[in-house]
């Protein structure tokens, strides 16, 4: 199955990733109306240590600990092996956000949960992040 | 004090575009955009600004743009705005003006006066699609005489030569003017596309050594990295006599970027100025020159080529004329609009003459002496595209050297800072947060894709002149017209003007 | 091609390729004793050849021959570079 991942030493920490996510994830065909004047909450986050950066978003585990601690059945894996998020199930009890070992999954706004689904929930259909990476760092392959 | 400076340019920004993402912030090396918190919104000091088009080209809204700065100094045909600032530097400096890349003035660009032939119904054109084109060369002097074994078949014994795909190669940019990146990437691309990179005078980082048989090592006036191994592991060996972009001097790194690798692969204490003599103070005569040829080639078997670059200046054809009897294998010739790290800026503008004419001239005198065959040519001093390749070999040239246009292909935009250090594109910079930014996998892949657009170009325009070979293209006056061209240019450069048959 | 024709022929075409001729030609060339004809290496332009008895015409198309010659035991076109030759009886060798 493919996946993201992230080649640090090429990662700029530029933060185009969060914003064309946003973009990607707001249902809106415009940018600038998808990202004006709007505090975006993107599903991949770059984290700095001041000297390497790294954006981060799930992994798509094979043995997932999300859904495992799930309670209302709304994570799941689809035929591809991608977990998904089924928002009308969630009851927003933060038991995923809490077992993610790479904080990857998050309580959004609207009180449920939300992470990368590598844009296959969406219009464009292929991650969003790794076409817009200006270096090549966010990659989308089988390994 | 009062600031005499202009802002050269304006950064103009459509705020109804802009989301605030801060992304011009981040890459920035000038540090021209930032957000400003109390206003909830991105200023831009212009003053900054070097018009490197990194911002433009990474913001997600499209929302910048860069301008000339409008405020316009009293118009004046001989006072141009630039003396005038200039003047005002030194005024406030006392120092020599630097600049990089190459030579900006509106002197003539020759190639953009040359027109190619096609073939109609006299001599048919040939299809690239469905013939062989070929343009694989080989560089390297022809041998005088043919030897036959005792059956009198003959022996195939050639001096050595380098074997490119298509008459093109990366030309020399020192380990340290530009990046370890760039230099990965043209490593690389030249390997994959069957060419040849350059070192330049900055030596040759370990990391490159495998690589060795598409490198040409450079041994210029400052000697810099240079050693036995260094010797071995090229394909050939260039012997720099000097550059277009500046005729007559040697190369000056600053030494805010002789820093570790660059340090260590230079061979030279951190910190200090790499300058490059002007001349090799071991070569002051031909005779001399022709030592030099040979010790590099006693110290390498005579397994290598030697090329000799110059710069063309004014009697570039008498000095290749003694080139071409000194045992060197290639001339390198380098036109005045070549590019450079840093140069002064007096010597960039107005020091050198156009290849196209240096290139004429040279063939047409060697020639003329019956000793065209000692040499290859290769040319320089921007070749800009796969038309100006073209006009080169039917000019004389054996292939071309590419620079500027290789790192145009890498994302330079040319805002000619390269001597700040602080390239946005990570390609003329030793800082390790803006090398990072050149990506060697991406920057190669560009420079593949850019060779091979241009070869079938070469070989479009091959086919419709009715030659399937480049060695057909060589020399071939007949091929190119001139446009707007006056007598003299027309006899120099050996070819008819448009409408003449 | 066998390594020593392959060494042969890349020297032949590196230290004479000032000399190679590209595009389309049909040509026919006498010398002292005999006659040459040779088309391109691609082959583009037709070159017939035809022989009757101890006479050999060349042309670049049939149709001259047959003109001249009607009846003929032999006509072939020639490969593309590689060069027809034929001596006259008693000439110089």
Known sequence: MKKIYVKEEWCLGCHLCEFECAYANSGIGNIVLALKDKEIDPNVKVLSDGKITFAVSCRHCDEPLCISACISGALSKDETGAVMVDKSKCVGCGSCVMVCPYGAVRITKEGTANKCQLCMNNTFGEPLCVKKCPNGAIVFEEK | ?501 | ?93
């Open chain 3, 1 to 93: 091609m066998p390594a020593e024709e392959k060494a042969r022929a890349t020297y032949l075409r590196d230290v004479f390729s000032a000399e190679l001729v590209t595009g389309p030609f049909s040509i026919i060339v006498g010398f002292d004793g005999g006659v040459m004809a040779l088309n391109d290496r691609l082959k583009l332009r037709s070159l017939a050849v035809a022989e009757r008895g101890d006479k050999v015409y060349m042309a670049s198309e049939e149709s001259a021959i047959r003109r001249v010659c009607p009846v003929f035991d032999d006509m072939f076109y020639a490969e593309g570079g590689k060069p027809v030759v034929y001596r006259v009886k008693g000439g110089k060798q």
């Open chain 2, 1 to 501: 004090m009062i600031d005499y400076n202009v802002a050269p340019f304006e950064v103009v920004r459509d705020y109804d575009k802009c989301v605030n993402c801060r992304v011009c912030e981040r890459q920035c090396s000038n540090e021209v955009h930032h957000y400003e918190e109390g206003f909830g919104k991105m200023i831009s000091d212009s003053t900054k600004c070097v018009d490197c088009q990194r911002c433009v080209c990474l913001c997600p809204t499209k929302a910048l743009k860069i301008l000339p700065n409008q405020n316009a100094f009293r118009p004046n045909a001989n006072w141009q705005q630039k003396y005038l600032t200039e003047i005002y530097k030194q005024a406030e400096s006392g120092g020599v003006l630097l600049s990089s890349m190459g030579n900006p003035e509106p002197f003539p660009v020759y190639f953009d006066k040359i027109l190619i032939n096609a073939s109609q119904v006299t001599n048919p054109s040939i299809d690239p699609l469905r013939e062989p084109m070929e343009t694989r060369v080989f560089l390297g002097a022809k041998p005088q005489t043919m030897q036959r074994d005792r059956e009198g078949k003959i022996l195939p014994k050639l001096p050595p030569r380098l074997k490119l795909s298509m008459p093109v190669m990366f030309s020399a940019m020192s380990y340290g003017s530009i990046s370890y990146n760039a230099h990965a990437a043209l490593a690389r691309a030249a390997e994959k596309l069957g060419i040849y990179y350059n070192t330049g005078e900055g030596g040759l980082h370990k990391d490159f050594y495998k690589y060795s048989a598409n490198t040409i090592v450079q041994v210029a006036s400052g000697r810099f990295g240079v050693h036995k191994d260094y010797l071995e592991d090229g394909a050939a060996i260039e012997i720099k006599i000097g550059q277009g972009a500046k005729p007559g001097i040697g190369g000056h790194l600053p030494g805010a970027k002789i820093v570790g690798d660059v340090s260590k692969t230079r061979m030279i204490p951190e910190g200090s100025d790499a300058v490059s003599p002007a001349p090799h103070h071991d070569i002051y005569s031909i005779e001399d020159l022709r030592q030099l040829v040979y010790s590099i080639k006693e110290a390498t078997e005579y397994k290598k080529p030697v090329i000799v670059k110059i710069a063309a200046v004014h009697n570039v054809a008498a000095i290749a004329s003694g080139i071409a009897r000194s045992g060197a294998d290639i001339i390198a010739i380098d036109g005045f609009r070549g590019g450079t790290g840093a140069a002064p800026t007096r010597i960039r503008d107005n020091v050198g003459i156009p290849i196209e004419l240096a290139l004429g001239s040279v063939d047409q005198r060697l020639r003329e002496e019956n000793i065209r065959d000692n040499v290859s040519l290769v040319v320089a001093g921007s070749i800009r595209s796969s038309a100006d390749v073209v006009k080169a070999i039917c000019l004389g040239a054996d292939a071309v050297y590419i620079g500027s246009a290789s790192l145009v292909a890498m994302g330079c935009h040319l805002c000619r800072t390269c001597n700040y250090g602080k390239c946005n594109w990570g390609i003329a910079t030793q800082r390790p947060d803006l090398v990072k930014r050149l990506n060697p996998d991406i920057a190669a892949e560009r420079l593949i894709n850019m060779l091979t657009a241009w070869n079938h170009e070469i070989q479009e325009m091959m086919g419709g002149m009715g030659i399937n070979s480049i060695e057909a293209l060589r020399g071939n006056r007949l091929m190119l017209r001139g446009v707007g061209l006056n007598e003299r240019e027309l006899a120099v450069l050996g070819i008819k003007h448009a409408g003449e048959v």
